[in-house]
């Protein structure tokens, strides 16, 4: 038994490209032929002259919203090139700053704390033996007992300076902190202005742009009713000359006339045009007259012709109903007398067949046969 198996192959790249060029095809004929504006013949070219002007007014706003907008921008990214430039000049201070207080304050000889970056800090630290008052000699190298403090007027006076320089630090930081929020202040009022004053120009701007778009319109309106109107007094002059030509053409045309022959049709003489057609002249009504009048002596010698030949019928019907009533008659006597003669014949017949009878009864029939008679002659014929 052999076994079917199904295989999915794929498409065919050409069928599957044909068959979507066709797809593409219709709908661009769908497209096409449900397309409204496509199908409508004609335009108004008076809107369409309408809507070109709206789009240019709409065009010119636009473009000053857009100088207006350029303009702002071109005003914040200078605020924003100030602000960027402040921020770069405040930042440089402070690490001018920053780096003259490690010159001054931060020097190798007066921290405290490891470079790990250096592994020969310690042996550059700690020479060798000094004497006693060493400062690199802690209690552990037995060179300082408890209770001793033979530098103590040192430390303190380092403790001062230490001290002052912390005051002075702190004073400078919160000196630098006010004259930053001043500044910041400063900054901010002035950005505050600038938007205040680009708030006003814009305002300017937008009633500028308002005003003269408001003129524009009215410009554009007082124009478009100017020629309307103009239009107008044309049409009105064009309809005036119109209808005087018209009134010129009926007074000197054959229109308004009563001559018979603009009536006529040029290609039938025996028709007339029906809106040249005036009515019939005298002639033409005085021989329909007599046509007419012909016509009503044919019609009643017409008439009386057929009242004679329905009186000849009918005196031709009543004869013939007197004849048929006659030979009814006729009929009837005959039959009478028909059934008179059948009557008597049949009587005679009667008599006849009654005398026939009884000479067969009384003459021929007299020996009746028996019943040995009927014995004998069944017996004979077997």
Not at 29 to 42: A, W, Y
Not at 176 to 192: I, K, P, S, T
Not at 290 to 302: C, D, F, G, R
């Amino acid at each position: 038994m052999r076994k079917m198996y199904q295989v999915d192959l794929p498409p065919d790249p050409k069928e599957v490209a044909a068959i979507e060029a066709r797809r593409n095809q219709e709908r661009e004929q769908q497209s096409r032929f449900f397309n409204v504006r496509t199908r409508v013949m004609g335009v108004d070219v008076e809107a369409l002259n309408n809507q070109v002007e709206e789009r240019k007014l709409q065009e010119a706003t636009e473009r000053s919203k857009e100088a207006a907008y350029g303009t702002n921008q071109v005003r914040y990214d200078l605020v924003a090139q100030m602000l960027e430039k402040e921020q770069a000049e405040r930042t440089r201070r402070l690490a001018k700053k920053v780096q003259n207080f490690r010159e001054q304050r931060q020097k190798l000889r007066n921290r405290c704390e490891l470079d790990f970056w250096n592994s020969n800090q310690l042996w550059r630290e700690f020479p060798a033996y000094l004497g006693d008052n060493a400062p690199y000699y802690g209690q552990a190298s037995l060179q300082c007992f408890s209770g001793e403090d033979l530098e103590r007027a040192t430390y303190l006076r380092m403790q001062q300076e230490q001290f002052q320089y912390s005051l002075e630090r702190q004073l400078q930081e919160q000196q630098q902190a006010r004259v930053d929020e001043n500044c910041a202040d400063m900054l901010n009022d002035q950005l505050r202005l600038a938007m205040d004053m680009r708030a006003a120009q814009l305002a300017k701007l937008e009633e500028s742009c308002r005003i003269a778009m408001m003129a524009a319109t009215a410009s554009a309106n007082k124009a478009q009713a100017v020629k309307l109107a103009e239009q107008q007094r044309q049409e009105h002059q064009r309809q005036q000359e119109a209808n005087l030509v018209e009134v010129q053409n009926q007074i000197t045309s054959d229109l308004l006339t009563e001559n018979p022959q603009v009536a006529q049709n040029p290609v039938a003489p025996h028709r007339v045009l029906p809106y040249c057609w005036k009515g019939m002249t005298p002639e033409q009504r005085a021989t329909i007259r007599k046509v007419q009048e012909t016509q009503h002596h044919e019609k009643e010698a017409q008439r009386q012709a057929e009242q004679a030949l329905d009186a000849k019928w009918e005196s031709q019907a009543i004869n013939l109903a007197q004849a048929a009533k006659e030979l009814e008659e006729q009929e009837r006597e005959l039959c009478a007398e028909f059934r008179r003669g059948l009557g008597s014949f049949n009587q005679q017949l009667a008599m006849e067949q009654n005398a026939q009878q009884n000479y067969l009864n009384s003459i021929i029939y007299t020996n009746q046969p028996t019943a040995q008679y009927h014995l004998q002659f069944n017996t004979s014929s077997r």
